[in-house]
């Protein structure tokens, strides 16, 4: 399976915070075992009381557009042909406050709207240093999902 962004385009640096996200195949987000915080991305503290008792917990892999921005103009050669492609900012459901990034794929970028349905799909990749399969959370709009009728950065 081809990646949205190009195979060659870059790939997340894992790090013992970030490996759940991108290697679990579910959307994985950090709460505090303390006061019940969520929060992406994930820390050695909880940003809401400094404690340091933080689980990664799989969330229900939906959620919706908060914020999205339509890209036409190729921030780097090799996504020349792949314009125009969709960033978007999803609050995540089941992770109150939670906002995650990443892009909108399966449907055309001017459909994609602020208030829309999401759910996550996963890309596969091989991290090329340590050889570990990464399932790099998207995210698809939702059949029959009711989006809010905004304009689109562009």
């Known amino acids: 399976m081809s990646r949205h962004l190009g195979d060659d385009f870059l790939l997340p640096s894992l790090t013992p915070n970030n490996t759940p996200f991108f290697t679990a195949g579910t959307i994985q987000i950090q709460f505090c075992e303390d006061c019940g915080h969520a929060q992406h991305p994930p820390d050695d503290i909880c ?81 090329p240093q340590s050889g570990q399969k990464l399932l790099i959370p998207q995210w698809e709009p939702v059949e029959g999902s009711q989006a809010a009728r905004s304009e689109v950065a562009r």
């Open 47 to 127: 940003y809401a009381c400094h404690g340091t008792k933080l689980v990664f917990a799989p969330c229900e892999g939906t959620g919706t557009v908060e914020s999205c921005a339509r890209v036409h103009h190729p921030i780097h050669p090799a996504l020349k042909d792949k314009v125009p492609y969709v960033i978007a900012i999803i609050s995540v459901d089941g992770a109150p406050g939670c906002n995650v990034q990443g892009n909108v794929v399966n449907c055309p970028a001017e459909s994609v709207a602020i208030g829309q349905k999401v759910r996550a799909v996963f890309e596969e990749a091989t991290d």
